[in-house]
C-alpha cells in the first residue's frame, strides 16, 4: 500500500537558518505530493502541492521538488522565521474519484529568534 | 467563506458518556472527512463521505463510533459510550469535486478529553 515517511522531530533552527525537512513516499500508482502545516491549535492548511515528476512547489519561501527517482518530496527553505514554527505534514493523494490522502507522522518545526 | 466549522472546540466528559462532535463544511464542498489525531498514532482517517453518502469507514476504530452525514452542510462524530483511550483532537475537513489534485480544507478541531 501507499505511505510516506517523514524525519523525526523535533527539528530546532535559529532564526534565518536553512531548514530542510526529510519526506519519502511509497506508492503503487502516479500520485500528486502535498505539504501541509499544523499552526498551534489549528487545523492543518495547504502549503504547496506538486502533481508530477520535477514539479516544484512553493509558498511563502517554502519549495518542495517531485523527485520520482528518488520517490523524495522534500520541503525546503531558505531563511525560517519564528512565524515559521508549527508541525509539517508530508502527503499523497491520487487524482480521480478516490479522494484519500495519505498523511505521514509530521515534523515539528520549532524556531528560535 | 467562513471556512470549515466545528463544534465544540473543546469537550470533556466522563467514561460512558455520550460524546457527539459537529461539523459543518464549506459550502459547495462534495467531500467531509473525519480525522482523529493523537501524539502516539499521528493524524488517521476515520470515515469519508460523498455527497453525504460514507464511502469509506474503514477507519472507524470499533462500533463505539458512528458519523453521519444528513445533509450537504451538516455532520456528526457520536462516539457512546466514550473511553480514556478516545481522547485526542478530532479534525473535520472537506474538499471538491472536479479538479484535481484535490485540497483538503481542515477546521479547527475539537479537543476531546474523556476522565
Known amino acids: 500500500g501507499d505511505s510516506v515517511t517523514q524525519m523525526e522531530g523535533p527539528v530546532t533552527l535559529s532564526e534565518e537558518a536553512f531548514l530542510t525537512i526529510n519526506c519519502t513516499y511509497t506508492?503503487?500508482?502516479?500520485?500528486?505530493l502535498f505539504w501541509y502545516v499544523q499552526y498551534p491549535g489549528e487545523g492543518l492548511q495547504l502549503l504547496l502541492k506538486?502533481?508530477?515528476?520535477?514539479d516544484k512547489g512553493s509558498n511563502k519561501g517554502f519549495e518542495a521538488t517531485y523527485r520520482k527517482e528518488t520517490t523524495s518530496f522534500h520541503l525546503e527553505k531558505g531563511s525560517v522565521q519564528v512565524s515559521d514554527s508549527a508541525v509539517y505534514f508530508c502527503a499523497l493523494a491520487y487524482s480521480g474519484g478516490y479522494q484519500k490522502v495519505t498523511f505521514g507522522t509530521g515534523t515539528k518545526l520549532q524556531v528560535i529568534p | 467563506d467562513a471556512g470549515v466549522i466545528q463544534s465544540p472546540r473543546h469537550e470533556v466528559t466522563e467514561m460512558g458518556q455520550e460524546v457527539t462532535l459537529r461539523c459543518k463544511p464549506i459550502?459547495?464542498?462534495?467531500?467531509l472527512f473525519w480525522y482523529r489525531q493523537t501524539m502516539m498514532r499521528g493524524l488517521e482517517l476515520l470515515i469519508y463521505?460523498?455527497?453525504?453518502?460514507?464511502?469509506?469507514d474503514s477507519g472507524m476504530p470499533e462500533d463505539r463510533f458512528s458519523a453521519k452525514m444528513p445533509n450537504a452542510s451538516f455532520s456528526t462524530l457520536k462516539i457512546q459510550p466514550s473511553e480514556p483511550r478516545d481522547s485526542a483532537v478530532y479534525f473535520c475537513?472537506?474538499?471538491?469535486?472536479?479538479?484535481?489534485?484535490?485540497?483538503?480544507?481542515f477546521g479547527p478541531g475539537t479537543r476531546l478529553t474523556v476522565t
Open positions: 506508492a503503487t500508482g502516479y500520485p500528486s
Open positions: 459550502s459547495g464542498h462534495d467531500y
Open positions: 506538486a502533481t508530477k515528476a520535477d
Open positions: 475537513a472537506s474538499s471538491p469535486s472536479g479538479t484535481s489534485p484535490y485540497e483538503q480544507y
Open positions: 463521505f460523498n455527497n453525504n453518502v460514507p464511502i469509506d
